[in-house]
């Protein structure tokens, strides 16, 4: 496998105190020769009385579009990323779920398929991109071409395992910029046995789905910007 092209692309890398609450009042009573020890009493303060049932005011909650949003993935990522397991089976899933959900626009899927994003054809024996990511891990060297996969193969694990928090800038710009880095390395060697190319793709479709997750992708422009260097790779 060829891993040289990787290497060139770039990296980022009060409280109240008790006495006003109490008017403490310190009084020595004394009663004849039989009187009581000297005794101390507090002044109670008046407290308003309570209301409850029906008379409480019901007080209604509303979250903001952005909170709604955040709960949306934060869900979907409980639901696909949390157990480890996602692979390329998942995918359409995943693409089904982000719509219905509002997290991903019409326009936005079409942004993506003109940018050469691909579904994998599901095989039997479907490996999680965990587990694809860590068994390519093993064994790399500590050559420039090796050690640009490994971070590229780190920054992917990154984002799969932080996929409740990719409406965030950070996590949805590495996604980007590892799509288009996988983009690369799949055009790169046309040697690549046809399950490592279903594995890659899945990983790289998966990194562009987590990229357009991202608020920041519409102020920021950098999406796009990986996004066009994607499809000319393609």
């Not at 359409?92 to 779920?97: A, D, E, N, T």
């Not at 055009?187 to 190319?197: G, S, V």
Request: no cysteine; net charge negative.
């Amino acid at each position: 496998m060829t891993m040289n092209p990787i290497s060139q692309l770039p990296t980022t890398s009060n409280s109240q105190q008790v006495t006003d609450a109490y008017g403490g009042v310190l009084k020595h009573q004394t009663q004849g020769a039989n009187a009581p020890a000297d005794t101390v009493s507090l002044g109670e303060r008046t407290r308003p009385a309570q209301t409850n049932g029906s008379a409480i005011a019901q007080e209604e909650v509303s979250l903001s579009p952005r909170a709604q949003r955040a709960q949306k993935i934060e869900a979907m990522a409980d639901d696909f990323f949390s157990a480890g397991a996602f692979s390329i089976n998942d995918i359409p899933k995943l693409i089904q779920r982000l719509h219905q959900d509002g997290i991903l626009s019409d326009s936005q899927l079409n942004r993506l398929s003109s940018a050469g994003f691909e579904i994998p054809e599901p095989n039997d024996a479907p490996q999680s991109l965990l587990n694809f990511i860590d068994s390519k891990q093993e064994g790399l060297t500590q050559s420039e071409p090796d050690q640009a996969l490994h971070k590229m193969l780190d920054d992917a694990k990154t984002v799969l395992n932080n996929m409740d928090g990719i409406d965030g800038a950070l996590y949805s710009q590495t996604a980007a910029r590892v799509s288009a880095q996988l983009t690369v390395l799949i055009n790169a060697d046309t040697n690549m046995p046809a399950m490592d190319k279903e594995q890659w793709q899945g990983l790289k479709s998966t990194m562009q789905l987590a990229a357009s997750m991202g608020n920041s992708q519409q102020s920021s422009g950098q999406l796009n910007s990986y996004l066009a260097l994607s499809k000319r790779l393609t």
